[in-house]
C-alpha cells in the first residue's frame, strides 16, 4: 500500500484546511486509517482514524469537535476537515493505513499502522 498526503498549506487561526491521502494497493478498502502529527520537538501524535467501513470514527481530544475523517473507498481517498484551526495545530500530518484487515477495535498507536504517507505540513499562524 502506497500513500501520498496532500492538501496542507498556511492558513489564520480560525481557518479550515482538508487534506487528502490517496491510496494504492492491496485492499485499501477494508483496512482502517489514521491521521498523525508531528510538531518540531515533539513525538508524533494520533489525530483521528477510520474504520474500513466508514462506519466509526475517533478522534484525539484535542481536535475533537473541530475535525473530521472521512473516506470514499470507490475513489482510495480518506480526507480529514480541519476547522477553527489554532496555532498548536501547526504540524506535519501523516496518513497511515493499518496493516490488518477489517480491524474491529479503534487503532490509536503508531504501531498499529503498518503503512505510511509521506506528510504534509499545516501551518496556522496567529
Known amino acids: 500500500v502506497q500513500l501520498q498526503a496532500s492538501g496542507g498549506g498556511l492558513v489564520q487561526a480560525g481557518g479550515s484546511l482538508r487534506l487528502s491521502c490517496a491510496a494504492s494497493g492491496s485492499r485499501f478498502s477494508s483496512r482502517a486509517v489514521g491521521w498523525f502529527r508531528q510538531a518540531p520537538g515533539k513525538e508524533r501524535e494520533f489525530v483521528a482514524t477510520i474504520s474500513w467501513s466508514a462506519l466509526s470514527t475517533y478522534y484525539a481530544d484535542s481536535v475533537k469537535g473541530r475535525f473530521t475523517i472521512s473516506r470514499d473507498n470507490a475513489k482510495n481517498t480518506v480526507y480529514l476537515e480541519m476547522n477553527s484551526l489554532k496555532p498548536e495545530d501547526t504540524a506535519v500530518y501523516y496518513c497511515?493505513?493499518?496493516?490488518?484487515?477489517?480491524?474491529?477495535?479503534?487503532?490509536?498507536?503508531?504501531?498499529?499502522?503498518?503503512?505510511w504517507g509521506q506528510g504534509t505540513q499545516v501551518t496556522v499562524s496567529s
Open positions: 497511515a493505513a493499518d496493516g490488518n484487515y477489517r480491524r474491529t477495535s479503534f487503532a490509536t498507536t503508531l504501531s498499529s499502522y503498518q503503512y
